[in-house]
Each structure stands twice: as C-alpha cells, then as structure tokens.
C-alpha cells in the first residue's frame, strides 16, 4: 500500500459519504481482500471503487489525495499478499472501459489494451487476430495492468520485450504518455512513481498464421499445467529468482517442500510456489516465506527477495 498521510484510522461516514457520491454503485466499503486474491487469504480494504471511466476515476484520486486516504491499485490479485488485518483505505480495480483492447494492422501491428484486461483475453484476442508474440503470457492469472507493473514474463521472455508505451495517471491526476525508452523495467517489475496509475499499454506484436499463434499458446499452458500446482490458490512464484540460480531449486535443497505452517504449505511439486490448503491465513503464508529466506541464507549464503507484494497490516 502506498503509504501518505493518512489521517483516518477507518473510515469515517462523512468521507464514506463522499466516496459513494463521487463513485456511486461502483464503491463498496469493508470488503474481504480474499475474494481479490489468488491465495484467497487477508483481511478487509476499507473500501473497494471499481473505476470505470477516466474522469470518474480522476475525481476519486484527487479526492483521496487531498484527504490522506492510502490507495492500491489492483488487477487480479495474482501476485498479491493482503495480511490478515487488512488494508488501510481504497483499492481501486480497473474496470469498464478499462477493460478495452483494439488493434490497428499497418506493417507493424500493435494492441492498446486497458490495465483491467485479463491477460488470458489478450492471448485470445491475438490468437484469434493473427497477431504474435505475447503467447508467452498464456496461463498468467493477471491483468495487463498487473503485467506491465509486475513486468510478468514466462520462458526468458518478459512483457517489457513488447512494450512501446505505457500511459499513467499520476498522483497529482495528469494523465502521462510514457515511450519504452523512458521506461525503466526490472525483473519482475516496473519503476512507476508513488501512487501512479497505468491507463493503457500498448504492445509491437508481428503476424503471424492464428493456428501456429493458437499452437505456441496449447503448448505453453500445457508445460505449466506440469510444472506449476495449479488446484489450489496460490500467488504463483514466491521469491525472485537470485543470479545464476532458482529460488525453487534452493528451496527444495533446503528439505522444505511440502513443510506447512496452518493451512499454507510449500508446494510439494513445486517449491517456490507456497500453496494455500483450504484454511491459511496470510500469517501462515508469511511464517512459511521467513522459513524459506532463513534456511536458504543459513545453506547457501543466499538471501531471497520477495517476487509477490505482501501489502496491508499484520
Ligand atoms: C498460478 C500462478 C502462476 C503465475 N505465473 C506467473 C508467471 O509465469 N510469470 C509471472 O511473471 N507471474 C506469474 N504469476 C504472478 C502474477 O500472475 C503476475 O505477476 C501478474 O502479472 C499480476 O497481475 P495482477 O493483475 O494479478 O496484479 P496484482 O497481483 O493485482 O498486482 C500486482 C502489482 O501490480 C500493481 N498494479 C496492478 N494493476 C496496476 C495498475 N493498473 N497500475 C499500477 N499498478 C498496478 C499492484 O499495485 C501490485 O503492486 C503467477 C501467479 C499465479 C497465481
């Protein structure tokens, strides 16, 4: 969570009051973050906006900014640890027209798509287009916003390899278009300033026949319906990769696969993914990362640093 002044422990009805004028149906107060969350754990966001429109939304953030009020954005809470206390202030989802895609088709095809688009819709729609070179991105649970912030990538490709622009909202509610060149990505992430907001990216694909696109898409869901334990929540991989070597495979020669605290367990199949039983809290989740890091700095000499963003209060 973006961490700003904030002067209101909870929410008070006056502010709650003006959030459901400015927002209307689209907010909604004291909702479980586990019903936003792949791991299906943490506790309640004050209030939840499921922004629809830009002007809409501009008016929430300049309301927000100016009362102190933390906010996150979010997609689909598929790299997301909320703890058990919950969020302070609002999380914002991409919705309505932020849910677009078009694409035009000169010599070099692109897409623009909106943050709140699921990337599995991405991948059809450019399967079904013709247009190749995001197959890669088959079988991420995200959104194309959470992608771009996240830098998601699969198989030594990442999504920063096809972006050309990124537009933001910033915090002081201007609407930014960023080129690639001033962008600076990282493995698993993406350098954005306090509290901005991705609007739009906009993706160089190339042609391609859609029967060969749809083949590279079987074929890379199918590899990680192998790998990956994908029949219970979960935020996919832990902790980043360190140089030269694979969180998983550390982990796994630290003799803590299938090692559980409450209801988390680290996956048996594979170890950097921790996997929620039925019943985990986050805390479960969390005592079973500082295993993870503590064994592995204790073998290896190797500290493990987070891929997944744990948020909230403990
Ligand atoms: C089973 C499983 C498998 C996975 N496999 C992979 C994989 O192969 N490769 C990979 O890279 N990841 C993988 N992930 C992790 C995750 O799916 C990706 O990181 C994904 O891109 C996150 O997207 P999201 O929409 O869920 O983002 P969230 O988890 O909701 O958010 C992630 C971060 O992005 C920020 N964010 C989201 N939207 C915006 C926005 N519009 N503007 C600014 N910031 C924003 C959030 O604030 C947060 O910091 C996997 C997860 C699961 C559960």
């Known amino acids: 969570m973006n961490v700003f002044d904030y002067r209101h422990l909870g929410m008070d009805a006056t502010i709650k009051k003006s959030m459901r004028e400015i927002g209307g149906a689209s907010i909604s107060f004291d909702v479980p973050m586990s019903q936003y969350t792949t791991f299906k754990v943490g506790g309640n966001v004050d209030a939840m906006y499921r922004a629809g429109n830009l002007e809409e939304l501009k008016e929430m953030m300049a309301f927000v900014v100016d009362e102190g009020i933390p906010y996150l954005t979010i997609g689909r809470g598929s790299n997301l640890l909320v703890r058990d206390g919950g969020l302070n202030g609002l999380a914002i989802i991409m919705d309505g027209a932020f849910t677009s895609i078009e694409h035009t088709t000169p010599a070099e ?56 622009k990124v537009t933001v909202l910033t915090r002081s509610g201007v609407v930014e278009r960023r080129d690639s060149s001033t962008l600076t990505f990282q493995y698993r992430g993406l350098d954005l300033h306090r509290g901005e907001i991705i609007l739009h990216a906009r993706l160089n694909l190339n042609f391609d026949k859609p029967a060969s696109i749809r083949k590279r898409v079987t074929s890379n869901i199918k590899r990680r319906n192998e790998r990956f334990p994908l029949d ?42 921790i996997v929620n039983t039925g019943r985990a809290s986050a805390s479960d989740i969390v005592a079973l990362m500082d295993l993870a890091r503590e064994k592995v700095r204790e073998m290896f000499n190797i500290q493990l640093v987070a891929e997944i963003k744990v948020v909230g209060k403990g």
Do not use: Q, W
Not at 121 to 126: A, H, N, P, Q, Y
């Open 109 to 164: 095809p692109y897409i623009i798509a909106g943050p709140g688009l699921a990337l599995h819709k991405l991948v059809d729609f450019c399967t079904e287009k013709g247009l190749a070179g995001a197959e890669f991105l088959a079988g991420i649970p995200g959104t194309v916003g959470g992608a771009v912030a996240m830098n998601a990538g699969s198989g030594g490709e990442e999504i920063e390899g096809l972006i050309r």
């Open 232 to 273: 219970m929540p979960s935020a996919g991989s832990v902790f980043k990769n360190p140089d030269g070597d694979h969180a998983g495979r550390l982990i796994d020669a630290a003799g803590l696969k299938g090692r559980r605290v409450g209801g988390a367990m680290i996956s048996p199949r594979h170890a950097n993914f």
